[in-house]
């Protein structure tokens, strides 16, 4: 469910479509990477245990590999995305490859505000970022919090996550509603890693409290990790499980944000909130934390609502108005679709990446055809 797959994953995607060929390094194929084409490759990391090391010694066979890949593909350029490990290795790949090849790196969170802060990680995080030949990252907020921990990390390219509104677009989900037995029932959804920073248990809490006003709404929670045990037990607690339907990480999104009427974001750190630019490109609207970036992609009362951190009975009341406004919520979604197509669509954020590409390659990028 991770941001930063999604996007390397449908960037790889369409670079190929436009006739680049492109190589998929890591140590499973990308979910969202369900067919290979002529112009995509996909390389696989194997590592081997020795007794000789504590753990699995993954970062360095991807270093080797990057490595292995570059020179017998001749590869111009390396695209990570985290900055750790894979900068780390990308940095390490270079030193054996040679200094043509070139290493662009795109922040997308936690490798900045939590790994980054660490004592343990700090310098060396630096220093792969500022021996990468190009650094992007996914919002201004995260282009701060980077620019925090080394005053002279200052080029940092701000290149906003995309969504691809071929996939994700309202459509009609008479078929799959019947599936769940949720009928014409109004619907909120959560999608996530249900990690700690998601802060789960809030959209549950938020569920509970609309649901007093609003008993026929039902909850769709889609994702799996650590925090979904304590979710149900929330559930059962407030005896709600009949009306909470699950959706494994393999769920088809572009099906399933459709069936939404609003999704709720309570995440207590989110660099951009991917999800909700899914949603909006579906004709949903977001309730959700101001926290990280997700103010800069949902526009508080035209395209969603936002509250502060933890601030369940605000979002309940966004959330409760929302599914009582017709007019509002018509309004909103309108929004959302024009905000998704207009400000993050893929052609404008492919072209600014391959501006990017161009530029520390020093070539001249080609006129479109």
Do not use: W
Request: charged share 25%; aromatic share 6%; hydrophobic share 40%.
């Amino acid at each position: 469910m991770g941001g930063s797959g999604v996007i390397a994953t449908e960037l790889g995607k369409l670079l190929a479509d436009k006739g680049y060929q492109v190589h998929f390094i890591g140590h499973g194929v990308p979910f969202r990477l369900d067919k290979l084409s002529e112009n995509i490759f996909y390389h696989e990391v194997e590592v081997t245990d020795y007794p000789v090391f504590k753990g699995s010694p993954y970062d360095l066979a991807l270093a080797n590999k990057i490595a292995e890949v570059a020179k017998m593909e001749q590869l111009d350029l390396i695209h990570v995305h985290y900055a750790m490990p894979h900068a780390v290795c990308a940095f390490l790949a270079k030193q054996i490859v040679g200094d043509h090849l070139k290493i662009v790196t795109t922040l997308h969170g936690t490798d900045i505000t939590i790994l980054g802060v660490d004592p343990t990680f700090k310098d060396l995080i630096c220093l792969a970022i500022k021996k990468s030949d190009a650094v992007t990252a996914v919002s201004k907020d995260l282009v701060k919090e980077a620019q925090k921990l080394d005053n002279n990390m200052c080029n940092i390219d701000l290149t906003y996550n995309f969504v691809d509104e071929r996939l994700f677009h309202p459509r009609n989900n008479d078929r799959l509603r019947a599936e769940l037995g949720i009928g014409k029932d109004q619907v909120l959804l959560h999608a996530s890693n249900f990690r700690p920073v998601k802060r789960a248990i809030d959209v549950i809490n938020i569920f509970a409290l609309v649901n007093q006003k609003i008993p026929s709404t039902r909850l769709l929670l889609v994702g799996e990790g650590p925090d979904m045990r304590d979710c149900q037990k929330r559930l059962h607690e407030l005896k709600s499980e009949k009306q909470v339907h699950f959706l494994s990480k393999e769920a088809s999104m572009p099906h399933t944000f459709p069936l939404a009427d609003v999704l709720l974001l309570p995440s207590e750190k989110e660099s951009f909130g991917l999800v909700a630019l899914e949603a909006m490109a579906c004709g949903v609207p977001t309730v959700g934390s101001i926290a990280g970036g997700i103010p800069e992609l949902v526009i508080h009362g035209e395209t969603g609502f936002l509250a502060p951190i933890g601030d369940t009975k605000t979002m309940a009341e966004y959330t409760i108005q929302l599914l009582t406004d017709k007019v509002l919520m018509q309004q909103m979604s309108r929004q959302c679709l024009i905000r998704a197509r207009t400000e993050f669509n893929r052609e404008t954020m492919v072209n600014r990446y391959e501006q990017i590409y161009y530029r520390v390659l020093n070539r001249k990028m080609p006129e479109p055809s």
